[in-house]
């Protein structure tokens, strides 16, 4: 389905993200979650993926699987919304939608009926940091998929009549959004850390920006960012990477623009806060958490296996214990989320009212339980195989092998062999997770962000040095 946008779903047990961090959102293709590690290379010391960069910058990435026999195909612009100026909120993800409305050869409805309509998926989700658009097909139909995305890329049609009505359609994905509560309440804990910030803000944007958003904004922000030289292109399935080199060649190389050098900004300032949104729900959707680590950064191995025993999944810690033995909540999830400088460490609970505090009062004894080292060998072992098991099996389809090497290039600019990133988690020590969970989870940093029927005053007398902001 196009412009599905699933950069805003979520599933009710959360997977930890390895070291980019990705946090609690889901990939596109096959549906892996976004918390198993999306780096992999080579496995076995057998090099799986090939890379060539042609001469306007564009980066491609190419994985044979030969005992398959769909293909899946991913352009990653290195833009999304940590680069919108404030009166440029959801432009990112607005240009986004607009690459589905035609071409200056194709209808909207031509682009969707020439993957449709030989089996395939085509779509495309915006994140803070990139966008992707991707298609999955059979490997007969590569160079139709991947003629279709160069159209939409190269000759985007950005008609006025379209902008108004996709205009239109954005105001109400964001009416959407704002009526899932447990959606929300994630990006409102991020403005609670990060309020003033681009990585603050939502996707999305905001309705006051996409209704004022002028067609001259949107081209020229799509001229400026969407080059060669800060885009890659990934492939995975049932082909041949020369073919591929060549297909992908033919199609892009008369992509013209110099790579755009713009700084991501400022690193956020980050300090706990409390952020409240009052809504007659039936129940209370809290977010707390406390800064993370930043893409890339080396002791993200660790902060994922300490997030598995905490909120990883439902052997976890708090969903043993706050579930399963104490009744007091359907959801909850502990999750890492990492950018370039940045990043979060996130508990989400779905709870009544009159649980509020006792469910606060777990999360809270459950974390000093493992800022004192009460971790044991054979618990810590278990998380790494889970992670361990949850990075094997994210691998099994094209759509998943495609992500890890278009996320892991823009991201990281590298991509890793799975032997070694089964490695980095096996190698993480009881005193690694000692030492993260000291630096992390510190109970005077918590920040914490809700929706629902209660008082500021109640949300903010829950947390030490908290500031009560009411949306």
């Not at 980066?59 to 195909?73: A, C, F, G, N, T």
């Not at 080059?227 to 199609?251: C, I």
């Not at 043993?320 to 959801?331: A, C, D, N």
């Not at 691998?395 to 992500?403: A, D, F, I, P, Y």
Request: glycine share 10%; hydrophobic share 40%.
């Amino acid at each position: 389905m196009l412009n599905d946008h699933r950069c805003q779903v979520r599933s009710v047990v959360k997977v930890p993200a390895l070291a980019l961090g990705y946090g609690r959102k889901e990939l596109p293709i096959d549906k892996p979650r976004e918390g198993f590690l999306s780096l992999m290379g080579s496995k076995g010391g057998e090099n799986l993926f090939q890379r060539m960069v042609l001469p306007n910058g564009l980066r491609i990435l190419v994985e044979e699987i030969p005992h398959v026999r769909s293909v899946s195909i991913g352009v990653w612009v290195g833009v999304g919304s940590r680069r919108e100026r404030d009166d440029q909120a959801g432009i990112s993800h607005f240009i986004e939608h607009l690459l589905f409305k035609g071409t200056e050869k194709r209808t909207a409805r031509q682009l969707a009926e020439a993957i449709e309509g030989l089996g395939g998926q085509i779509n495309a989700y915006t994140t803070k940091e990139y966008t992707c658009y991707y298609a999955k097909v059979m490997d007969e139909h590569l160079g139709i998929a991947t003629e279709v995305l160069a159209d939409m890329i190269l000759s985007p049609r950005f008609d006025p009549g379209d902008m108004e009505r996709e205009r239109g359609v954005i105001l109400e994905e964001i009416k959407m959004y704002e009526d899932t509560p447990d959606e929300e309440v994630h990006d409102l804990f991020a403005r609670s850390r990060w309020d003033g910030h681009p990585l603050g803000r939502p996707v999305l944007g905001s309705k006051e920006v996409i209704a004022g958003m002028r067609a001259a904004d949107i081209l020229g922000y799509f001229r400026e960012n969407y080059v060669p030289g800060q885009t890659v292109l990934s492939v995975a399935g049932h082909v041949q990477a020369k073919e591929v080199f060549d297909l992908v060649g033919g199609a892009f190389d008369a992509w013209e623009g110099s790579r755009s050098d713009l700084p991501t900004g400022e690193k956020p300032l980050d300090l706990p806060g409390v952020l409240l949104k009052k809504r007659r729900t039936e129940q209370v959707h809290l977010c707390l958490g406390t800064r993370g680590l930043p893409t890339g950064d080396e002791r993200n191995y660790s902060l994922n296996v300490l997030n598995t025993i905490l909120g990883g999944g439902s052997s976890s810690r708090l969903f043993q214990k706050v579930r399963e033995e104490m009744g007091l909540v359907y959801s909850i999830y502990s999750y890492p989320s990492s950018f370039d400088d940045a990043g979060l460490f996130t508990v989400y609970a779905g709870m009544s009212s009159r649980y509020l505090e006792r469910v606060v009062s777990l999360i809270q004894r459950e974390m000093q339980a493992l800022r004192q080292g009460e971790v044991s060998r054979e618990e810590m072992v278990r998380a790494k195989e889970q992670l361990k098991g949850g990075l094997m099996l994210g691998l099994e389809g094209t759509g998943s092998r495609m992500s890890h090497l278009g996320r892991s290039e823009i991201l990281l600019g590298r991509v890793l062999s799975l032997d070694e990133l089964l490695a980095k988690i096996e190698a993480v020590t009881l005193e690694d997770l000692a030492a993260i969970a000291e630096l992390v989870l510190q109970i005077d940093d918590l920040s914490a962000a809700a929706v629902g029927p209660i008082s500021e005053k109640r949300l903010s007398r829950l947390l030490p040095g908290g500031r009560e902001k009411v949306s």
